[in-house]
């Protein structure tokens, strides 16, 4: 699998966008770009994922660049109950092992 | 938002007893998973299920057992614990019309043995 890079903090204010960066210079044609949180304590949380194209559901959008070496998850209007770990990872269709590494502390502030 | 529930959220226990961890889910996913986490630590896999009558192990070593008889229910069995096995116990379950990865989460057991 191919690996990624994270920045290991960043913050981010009450009800402005969130912009978390992920790069996966190593990834090839069949991997996807999964983003997943986790808030202290709890079972991580499936946020998005995208092969190529860019994303977007209720939580999230996600923009991968065109030559698929990095992607950034995009928290709209960021709140106080997003602030949690995030974590990129790349996983073929079929793989279903998921392996988290550092990932980003999101802390947002009031 | 994912219908998977686990009980006990908290359980502690002395060492020797036999535990069973449980893990329901109301999607009708065929796909579900053992997870096991230390604070601030990996994700490891340690059993997964294609579906009814289907079991695996994961890349972590485990004692424990796992059954699937039911597609909804996938409960973790412990023989007999010990103080290793203390740590947080996370189930996951996927649907079969979404690629593997799409891992849906309970909110996890924490196991503490004595």
């Known amino acids: 699998d191919a690996k990624t890079t994270q920045p290991p903090s960043m913050d981010c204010a009450e009800g402005r966008a969130a912009n978390l960066p992920c790069n996966h210079s190593?990834?090839?044609?069949?991997?996807?770009v999964y983003w997943y949180r986790q808030i202290h304590s709890q079972g991580p949380q499936y946020i998005i994922h995208?092969?190529?194209n860019n994303e977007t559901n209720e939580m999230a959008s996600l923009i991968i660049t065109e030559d698929r070496k990095s992607s950034t998850l995009i928290l709209p209007h960021a709140t106080l109950r997003d602030t949690a770990v995030y974590y990129c990872?790349?996983?073929?269709?079929?793989?279903?092992?998921?392996?988290f590494g550092a990932g980003t502390t999101v802390t947002v502030r009031a | 938002e994912a219908d998977i529930y686990q009980t006990p959220r908290y359980l502690v226990i002395g060492t020797g007893k036999k535990i069973t961890l449980e893990c329901s889910q109301t999607?009708?996913?065929?796909?579900m998973y053992w997870y096991q986490q230390d604070p601030g630590m990996e994700l490891h896999l340690i059993h997964y299920?294609?579906?009814?009558?289907?079991?695996e192990k994961g890349d972590l070593s485990s004692e424990s057992t796992v059954s699937r008889i039911r597609t909804e229910h996938f409960p973790l069995t412990l023989e007999s614990a010990r103080p290793s096995h203390t740590s947080q116990y996370l189930c996951?379950?996927?649907?079969?019309?979404?690629?593997?990865?799409?891992?849906?989460f309970g909110p996890g057991t924490r196991l503490l043995v004595l």
């Open positions: 995208g092969l190529k």
């Open positions: 990872i790349v996983l073929i269709s079929n793989d279903y092992k998921l392996s």
């Open positions: 299920s294609y579906g009814v009558n289907s079991t």
């Open positions: 999607m009708g996913h065929d796909k």
């Open positions: 190593t990834i090839s044609g069949n991997e996807y």
């Open positions: 996951a379950s996927s649907s079969p019309g979404q690629a593997w990865g799409t891992q849906y």
